[in-house]
């Protein structure tokens, strides 16, 4: 009896374990096969317990800029997303300490403090720098240069610390985190609280580990070119505001 040594050879390398693995009629695996080989298993998402654990792949420099609805909230849930994987995350908030456009309530503060692992502090003076709010200007350039200050305490804080392992959910963000959300500083650049220069400084200080978004300006900050490894504009095509709509609760706050 002659035996085909091609077709022996291609049944056992169609087999994993032991198993044949199941082919369309072209030959192709079948899409149960397809989606059992992938990361996921083929399973859907389902939630789990939030524990410590330390990212495999932090450690880019992101900036979030342009005239359109989204950059805070984008690096919210970027921050969301990270903390629902045990990490580690922090925002700071500059130029945001309340406006008389809004209730003195902020959806996203009672988000981050029901989520473990996530935290946030603001440093912002009430109202907004050079408009005619009742606010002073003066005040609003020594928030900002205190925020900033904090920002180098936090980004020291994150390279004396060891981003290679888990960090307590409930620690405090000067012994560091993973990622370390700067909401609005480009907008504080933009409107000369803080030195552009610094912030490069400051981006080029971090720890290899730390994953660090930036947020604000509708002007371009070329000074982040080859310094972000992100950098995405958010344009504007339509925005309710040019009609008149005020901020509302939910969306905005």
């Known amino acids: ?36 080989r992938t990361p996921g298993g083929g399973a859907a998402p389902e939630p789990q317990p939030i524990e410590p654990a330390a990212p495999a792949e932090f450690g880019l420099v992101q900036a979030w800029w342009g005239d359109g609805k989204g950059k805070t909230t984008a690096a919210m849930g970027m921050g969301f997303r990270a903390a629902g994987h045990g990490h580690r995350v922090h925002m700071l908030q500059f130029m945001k300490g309340g406006a008389d456009s809004v209730e003195g309530v902020r959806g996203e503060y009672n988000a981050i403090a029901a989520v473990p692992g996530f935290s946030y502090e603001n440093a912002g003076h009430y109202g907004w720098h050079g408009l005619l ?19 180098e305490e936090l980004v020291a804080g994150a390279a004396d610390a060891d981003l290679a392992e888990p960090l307590p959910l409930d620690g405090d963000p000067e012994e560091g985190v993973h990622m370390l959300i ?16 610094e912030i490069v400084a400051l ?47 939910g969306t905005e706050y």
């Open 203 to 249: 981006a080029e200080s971090k720890p290899e580990g730390l994953e660090v978004v930036l947020t604000g300006s509708h002007a371009e900050p070329d000074y982040l070119d080859g310094v972000a490894d992100l950098i995405t504009n958010v344009r504007k095509v339509a925005h309710p505001f040019d009609d008149g709509q005020r901020a509302r609760r």
């Open 182 to 197: 700067l909401d609005e500083l480009l907008y504080a650049a933009d409107r000369g609280l803080v030195d552009s220069d």
């Open 1 to 36: 009896m002659t035996t085909n040594h091609d077709d022996t050879d291609a049944e056992a390398e169609a087999s994993t374990d032991g198993e044949t693995e199941r082919t369309d009629g072209d030959g192709t695996p079948t899409n149960d096969d397809r989606a059992a």
């Open 133 to 151: 709010d009742g606010s002073a200007d003066d005040e609003h350039e020594a928030k900002a240069a205190a925020a900033f200050e904090r920002a």
